[in-house]
């Protein structure tokens, strides 16, 4: 042990707990403060609400562009004059199937599409956003027991952990499960419209997102499928291989939950071909609905829309309409602040003689 004498121990020197001499560690970086004065501010406004009121022009009629028809079908009926919300709520095992009719006033231009909407459905709610394993989304195959917490209560079929839900989680377990029939009455004669299941979701989730495990883990007796579904997500589509299980895109794009609780899903596409090449002719078309998706538990609403598509997306006329709306205020705060400026801002005269007489 050194001793206090030791000439190592007397030449050593206390740290310092100053600074670095640098510009940054002193604050001598170089600053810049803007001063607002009429000069800059007024142009700026101006600016602004020059470039955004043709903006919102634009985007304004891009959007009426878009052909758009919605229809409810929350309270529709059945051949024998049931409602079928009513059927679905007596009971959630019962199938419905009902008609409802939407014209077309005027040709919809291909290409055209279906979507399913939904009112009062909260997809943004904290726990349900969370409910969800992304791992078995992607096809890792592990043992029920390493499910995420986050998928309770749907994780597993009893609290040992021993079968588990494939796909689990409140958002899966609740997928919307409704199914339309296209066809269109001309002459009173029925041509259905072939509609088309796939392309519907975005390819960064189908090729990233959403993977399927192997053959035979599908098969596996340790996995069933969520509690509110009728079959196994293995035969979601028995038709195409590519879109069945995690791949099946009605589950993709009913997985990217919605932001709002009023909201549409894209869920099909018009397959253009026959006399609906260029368009969807006006006239009356019937759509027939399998009722399967209950709404009366959460006092929601059920809707379909058919619709065109522009550079912009679907019908949204909020976007231009906020653009008007900024750049008019823009322009008005601009007229304003100017006459302001002219009856009540010192002149530069003034300014100069008041500061010669108060230095």
Not at 75 to 80: A, D, K, P, V, Y
Not at 306 to 315: A, F, H, R
């Amino acid at each position: 042990m050194a001793s206090l004498t030791s000439p190592n121990v007397l030449d050593e020197k206390p740290k310092s707990r100053r600074p670095k001499d640098t510009k940054f560690k002193q604050q001598r970086l170089p600053a810049w403060q803007p001063i607002l004065t009429a000069g800059t501010v007024l142009p700026a406004f101006f600016a602004i609400g020059v470039s955004f009121i043709p903006l919102g022009v634009v985007l304004l009629l891009t959007s009426d562009h878009v052909k758009e028809v919605t229809a409810d079908y929350t309270n529709c009926q059945n051949e024998n004059n049931q409602t079928c919300l009513k059927v679905i709520a007596d009971d959630t095992l019962a199938s419905c199937t009902c008609k409802i009719s939407i014209n077309l006033t005027e040709p919809f231009k291909q290409p055209v599409y279906l979507y399913y909407g939904l009112t009062n459905f909260y997809q943004n709610h904290r726990r349900y956003v969370r409910s969800r394993d992304d791992k078995q989304l992607k096809g890792d195959e592990f043992s029920p027991n390493k499910l995420a917490e986050e998928c309770e209560p749907f994780r597993w079929t009893n609290t040992s952990g021993q079968v588990g839900y494939a796909p689990c989680g409140a958002i899966a377990n609740s997928l919307f499960n409704d199914s339309y029939k296209l066809e269109y009455n001309h002459n009173k004669n029925l041509t259905e419209i072939h509609l088309i299941k796939t392309g519907i979701a975005w390819k960064s989730d189908k090729n990233v997102k959403f993977s399927n495990p192997s053959p035979a883990f599908q098969k596996s007796p340790y996995y069933v499928h969520p509690p509110y579904w009728q079959k196994s997500v293995w035969q979601l589509d028995n038709v195409s291989v590519d879109d069945n299980g995690y791949h099946n895109e009605d589950l993709i794009v009913w997985m990217r939950t919605a932001a709002l609780p009023t909201f549409k899903k894209l869920h099909r596409r018009i397959n253009h071909t026959g006399i609906f090449k260029e368009n969807l002719p006006a006239g009356m078309y019937t759509i027939t609905i399998d009722y399967n998706y209950p709404v009366h538990s959460f006092g929601g609403t059920k809707r379909i829309v058919l619709t065109t598509m522009s550079w912009l997306g679907g019908k949204n006329p909020f976007l231009g309409i906020a653009y008007l709306v900024v750049g008019c205020i823009c322009i008005l705060l601009g007229i304003v602040l100017t006459v302001i400026h002219f009856k009540c801002g010192k002149r530069s005269q003034d300014m100069s003689v008041t500061g010669r007489t108060t230095y």
